[in-house]
């Protein structure tokens, strides 16, 4: 059997993203600079992200129990 199971939550991708940036070593002349780049680098995760993320917090998740499998669904094309 498979099924499809969607989560939300508004807060997860956005606190992940600022986790996994808070660990980069970011070479900057200044904090004003290393922001900037902190920044762009952000705007570039969830634009990946967007690819099986709606609206930055919808991600559906199929199951099949027959595989044991547990899948990403991309989202879909607007």
Same mark, same amino acid.
């Given at each position: 059997? #498979?099924?499809?199971?969607?989560?939300?939550?508004?807060?997860?991708?956005? %606190?992940?993203? %600022?986790? +996994?940036?808070?660990? &980069?070593?970011?070479? +900057?002349?200044? +904090?004003?600079?290393? $922001?900037?780049?902190? $920044?762009?680098? #952000?705007? #570039?995760?969830? $634009?990946?992200?967007?690819?099986?993320? &709606?609206? *930055?917090?919808?991600? @559906? =998740?199929?199951? %099949?129990? $027959?595989?044991? @499998?547990? =899948?990403?669904?991309?989202?879909?094309? *607007?």
């Amino acid at each position: 059997m #498979k099924f499809r199971v969607s989560v939300k939550d508004p807060d997860v991708l956005h %606190d992940a993203i %600022d986790d +996994a940036l808070k660990k &980069e070593e970011i070479t +900057a002349e200044d +904090a004003d600079e290393r $922001e900037m780049i902190i $920044e762009h680098r #952000k705007e #570039k995760l969830h $634009e990946l992200c967007s690819t099986w993320f &709606e609206y *930055s917090e919808y991600l @559906t =998740v199929e199951i %099949d129990t $027959e595989a044991k @499998t547990c =899948v990403v669904v991309p989202r879909k094309s *607007s």
